[in-house]
């Protein structure tokens, strides 16, 4: 049973416009939601997080939105770059458990 | 960035064979993990450390052992190499344990590959 779900394998958007990734949970004691940023032959780098009483945490341009009734979050980035294509990561951490969804690859088209 | 390093990058070995893969940290952070990136199973928990000769398995160890004997050293071992562990193993770092708020320190990998 996957707890995180990306549903969306790849998304492709143009430079200087909004791209959104989404993520799905399935298990309501997640206390802290992360984003990596993974580029190829490397690992992946730690992003931003928020915390499971927050629904909203941003950083640069780089936003968290988490809607617990709904149970998903999406990490928005505004406006996008060619250097931000990668994959990306959701992880939900929580009860000294950290589980990570397959990740999204991010196309940025100049 | 020298704080977290994996050894070797890139490995082919063959079926039976054991194999130990390194993880060396300069951060001098509590907690380790090993993890394995396939694809369409995203990152997946190995074996983990949060102390010198802590250690407790994660969700995929079965084939894997592992050891730490100094705080820097998180040593990951296939006792008899299989083709399903074919696939890139990343070892991580974070002073808080697994259900933090804060992100983990990620090595570069280990490409291993099982002939």
């Known amino acids: 049973d996957q707890q995180v779900k990306q549903n969306s394998p790849s998304l492709s958007v143009q430079e200087g416009r909004i791209s959104i990734l989404n993520c799905d949970y399935t298990?309501?004691?997640?206390?802290?939601f992360l984003w990596y940023k993974k580029y190829p032959a490397e690992g992946p780098t730690f992003l931003i997080s928020?915390?499971?009483?927050?629904d909203k945490n941003e950083d640069g341009r780089f936003t968290v939105f988490l809607n617990k009734s709904a149970k998903h979050l999406s990490l928005h980035i505004v406006p996008s770059q060619p250097g931000d294509s990668a994959v990306y990561f959701c992880?939900?951490?929580?009860?000294?458990?950290?589980?990570f969804g397959d990740g999204t690859t991010l196309t940025v088209k100049p | 960035d020298a704080g977290i390093t994996q050894s070797p990058r890139h490995k082919v070995t063959e079926t039976g064979t054991p194999v130990t893969l390194r993880c060396h940290q300069t951060?001098?952070?509590?907690?380790m993990y090993w993890y394995r990136q396939d694809p369409g199973h995203g990152l997946r928990l190995i074996h983990y450390?949060?102390?010198?000769?802590?250690?407790d398995k994660g969700e995929v160890s079965d084939g894997y052992s592992v050891s730490r004997s100094k705080t820097e050293d998180f040593l990951l071992t296939l006792e008899s190499a299989t083709s399903s562990q074919t696939s890139v193993y990343f070892c991580?770092?974070?002073?808080f344990g697994q259900g933090s708020y804060y992100g983990y320190t990620f090595g570069s990998g280990t490409r291993l590959t099982v002939v």
């Open positions: 450390s949060y102390g010198v000769k802590d250690t």
């Open positions: 951060e001098n952070h509590r907690y």
């Open positions: 928020i915390s499971s009483i927050k």
């Open positions: 298990n309501s004691m997640f206390d802290y």
């Open positions: 992880a939900a951490s929580g009860a000294g458990k950290s589980t």
């Open positions: 991580a770092i974070s002073d």
